[in-house]
């Protein structure tokens, strides 16, 4: 049995996935989200939390690896220029990584279909393609 799996009340439960590894499990759930065709508001509730918890489990992981580097900022302009520099997001996806934070952000306070419309639509042309890129930058380190 894998280490990382433990029964508990007769459940199976995790109890260490890498933060890549959910990275990974994120992105895929994104995947099937945007792979149908957004027509109501559940689908795009449904995009819009996946994006938010795939978005989540990359900042985390740029933590870690901001970590890695000496430095113990947990503030956001510090993590993105370290991972600017650092090479793990391309300088020419800096405005990319800003409007994903601030939509992320917006997340939490979109009640209007049409602006849940509009994220959907930036989640799939933009933010699912520099998550992916993250995704395998840090799986080739």
């Known amino acids: 049995?894998?280490?990382?799996?433990?029964?508990?009340?007769?459940?199976?439960?995790?109890?260490?996935?890498?933060?890549?590894?959910?990275?990974?499990?994120?992105?895929?759930?994104?995947?099937?989200?945007?792979?149908?065709?957004?027509?109501?508001?559940?689908?795009?509730?449904?995009?819009?939390?996946?994006?938010?918890?795939?978005?989540?489990?990359?900042?985390?992981?740029?933590?870690?690896?901001?970590?890695?580097?000496?430095?113990?900022?947990?503030?956001?302009?510090?993590?993105?220029?370290t991972i600017l520099k650092a090479g793990l997001i391309p300088a020419s996806d800096e405005k990319i990584w800003m409007q994903m934070l601030e939509d992320k952000n917006l997340s939490w306070h979109v009640y209007d279909e049409d602006q849940a419309c509009e994220l959907a639509g930036r989640i799939r042309s933009t933010h699912l393609e520099a998550l992916d890129s993250l995704y395998h930058r840090l799986r080739g380190r």
């Open 1 to 81: 049995m894998d280490s990382s799996l433990s029964y508990r009340e007769g459940r199976l439960l995790s109890t260490h996935v890498p933060r890549i590894e959910k990275l990974r499990r994120s992105l895929v759930a994104l995947q099937e989200f945007l792979e149908k065709p957004a027509n109501s508001k559940l689908d795009h509730a449904g995009i819009v939390f996946g994006f938010v918890v795939a978005f989540e489990h990359a900042w985390k992981c740029l933590e870690d690896r901001v970590s890695d580097l000496g430095y113990a900022t947990r503030k956001i302009k510090p993590i993105l220029d």
